[in-house]
């Protein structure tokens, strides 16, 4: 089976960094996932790494160690319209490609 | 299409009645995964289709629960004998998929809300 764990809050203030963990026990792994969901909307996709290391795109970053089992995304220059959930998602070994979500980390970036 | 769709976006019932939710994929994508989100809580995988059958159903909470795929497109989710735990936004996804096991990402659709009184 597959276990993720994400703080459930962060509080950050508009032009700051923050860091979002993510720590998974997993049986088989095949990639991580970050997507971004605002309130009352679909996840959208942020980024993928499935190889060790940083994956930078614009404002955002993910990190991955496998060995660890740890990856973080880093958002930067924080803007109000990035308070949002952000979700942790494992990809398994296992037939059909199934993503296993953790809980969430709901981001609200103050003035 | 160019996205997924879902249908209807929301959804009142009154408890003991059956519903039915919609999905529509990506044209093209072999893959339809059904999640379940309740209120500030993360997503619950409930059941994955490739093509019109579902080898994993892992996730469907109750018999009450049950889901069909046809023509390799559209999914009908259908909840009998609804329960007030059963009120959830529930989200469909489509990818592509790889038999080879590469990973890829979902693109989702934005959801039926679910209220049962």
């Known amino acids: 089976g597959q276990n993720i764990d994400q703080p459930t809050e962060m509080t950050a203030t508009e032009g700051a960094i923050v860091q979002i963990n993510c720590t998974y026990q997993t049986s088989g792994f095949n990639g991580l996932f970050w997507y971004q969901q605002h309130a009352g909307e679909a996840p959208t996709f942020l980024s993928y790494?499935?190889?060790?290391g940083l994956e930078e795109k614009g404002r955002f970053s993910s990190f991955l160690s496998r060995s660890k089992g740890y990856s973080y995304l880093l958002l930067k220059e924080l803007q109000m319209k990035d308070s949002a959930s952000y979700l942790c998602?494992?990809?398994?070994?296992?037939?059909?490609?199934?993503?296993?979500f953790g809980g969430g980390t709901r981001v609200l970036v103050k003035p | 299409g160019a996205g997924v769709s879902q249908s209807p976006s929301n959804k009142v019932t009154e408890k003991g009645k059956d519903v039915e939710l919609r999905c529509d994929p990506i044209s093209g994508h072999t893959a339809l995964y059904w999640y379940r989100q309740r209120l500030g809580q993360g997503l619950e995988f409930l059941i994955y289709f490739q093509g019109n059958s579902a080898p994993d159903k892992s996730g469907l909470p109750s018999d009450r629960f049950s889901a069909e795929r046809t023509g390799e497109s559209v999914s009908t989710l259908t909840i009998q004998r609804t329960q007030q735990e059963d009120s959830a936004v529930y989200l469909c996804?489509?990818?592509?998929?790889?038999?080879?096991?590469?990973?890829?990402?979902?693109?989702f659709g934005s959801g039926t809300r679910l209220t049962v009184v």
């Open positions: 998602a494992v990809g398994g070994r296992a037939a059909g490609n199934k993503l296993t």
């Open positions: 996804a489509s990818s592509l998929s790889d038999r080879a096991g590469r990973a890829y990402g979902y693109t």
């Open positions: 790494n499935v190889l060790d």
